[in-house]
């Protein structure tokens, strides 16, 4: 009973604190992207009028706690009507999510651990990212203790850990495989694997892969700077007034990395991503809960600038996948991650087309 899209595309306009706006533009539609970040300010509005109205939902928060949050909210409701709530579908968490996936399914065996890297290169006019993301930042460092909170209310069912434990590597390291230094990454990606592989393992009794996010950063004065500017960031995010003076002059707290402009199309023209995947686990008929892993392999997810154009891209074809591989999403409607709801979908395949780029860089070795 939905409506078909016409010749014409026209333009609706609403407003998250409309919710008779809302609730109208999601009654003519059969999926909703939102991009009102940051999301813990605004999105929940937009989630609960398309869960209300029948529509589906994809959005591209980085945010763990909004994420999390809306599944806490309206997974069930969104299971009785039917539609998809699928969150941090750009470069959160697209590429680390179906990334494990993708090494999952290119390991003849069985994966049980997977690391991470990933490695940012700008051209000649740098880079630089609109504060949106920075407002994000400070505010979820902020609320952290909110968030074990809410994790505590979902009750998560525990991760079995399978095969070797992948052990938690420090703060910060030097990466002889890339020769340069890496910190754990920041972002979601962490969260948003977790909560896929706890949906495979209960859902459908798949062995869960334990995960590590980093990002390489540099040599040695990268890692001068970086240590500076993050100290000073973690001082200011736990008051109040740091808070403010951090989302007021992100440019100067984030020496120009974070702008009110956002990147010029030079900077983004400039601007690629690679993420490096190492994984490791059990040959078949090797039992993953004896011995030693005794398979590798490595893979990698490559693209342009993260993100305004990987994560357009990511958005829009898991969009696609959404609409037109209907019958290989999960049965039942809910709150997913993207690896949950598109796993069985051709998600992959439509991103390698559009230049989002999924390879094996080494078959697995025994």
Not at 69 to 88: F, Q, R, T, W
Not at 177 to 190: A, H, L, N, Q, V
Not at 315 to 344: H, I
Request: glycine share 12%.
């Amino acid at each position: 009973g939905k409506a078909t899209l016409g010749e014409e595309v026209g333009v609706l306009l609403c407003d998250v604190g409309d919710v008779s706006s809302l609730a109208t533009m999601a009654r003519q539609t059969r999926l909703v992207l939102n991009c009102v970040g940051p999301y813990r300010f605004f999105g929940e509005p937009v989630v609960q009028a398309c869960v209300e109205n029948g529509a589906s939902c994809i959005d591209i928060s980085g945010e763990p706690q909004f994420l999390e949050g809306m599944y806490l909210k309206y997974n069930e409701k969104a299971a009785e009507k039917g539609v998809y709530v699928v969150g941090s579908c750009g470069f959160d968490s697209i590429p680390a999510d179906m990334g494990v996936l993708y090494t999952r399914d290119k390991l003849k065996g069985t994966l049980t651990a997977v690391e991470s890297f990933l490695s940012v290169k700008s051209g000649p006019e740098g880079i630089c990212v609109h504060d949106g993301t920075w407002k994000s930042a400070v505010y979820g460092l902020a609320d952290e203790d909110n968030l074990k909170k809410l994790r505590k209310k979902i009750g998560y069912a525990p991760v079995p850990v399978v095969g070797a434990k992948l052990k938690k590597r420090g703060f910060l390291f030097y990466n002889q495989e890339f020769k340069e230094y890496s910190i754990p990454f920041m972002g979601s990606d962490g969260s948003v694997v977790k909560r896929t592989q706890r949906y495979l393992h209960t859902e459908l009794q798949e062995t869960p892969v334990q995960y590590g996010a980093y990002v390489n950063v540099g040599g040695l004065g990268s890692v001068i700077k970086l240590m500076f500017a993050g100290m000073l960031f973690l001082l200011l995010v736990k008051f109040n007034f740091g808070r403010k003076l951090l989302t007021k002059y992100p440019e100067f707290f984030s020496a120009g990395r974070f702008t009110k402009e956002g990147p010029t199309q030079k900077q983004m023209d400039g601007a690629s991503f690679t993420m490096t995947f190492f994984g490791e686990g059990y040959s078949e008929g090797q039992d993953p809960q004896n011995g030693k892993p005794n398979v590798k392999i490595c893979t990698e997810v490559k693209g342009p600038e993260a993100g305004y154009i990987a994560t357009p891209i990511a958005m829009v074809q898991a969009a696609v996948s959404l609409l037109e591989d209907a019958a290989s999403l999960p049965k039942r409607g809910g709150v997913y991650s993207p690896g949950a709801a598109f796993y069985k979908t051709k998600l992959i395949d439509r991103l390698n087309k559009r230049g989002v780029e999924f390879s094996v860089i080494s078959k697995p070795e025994v």
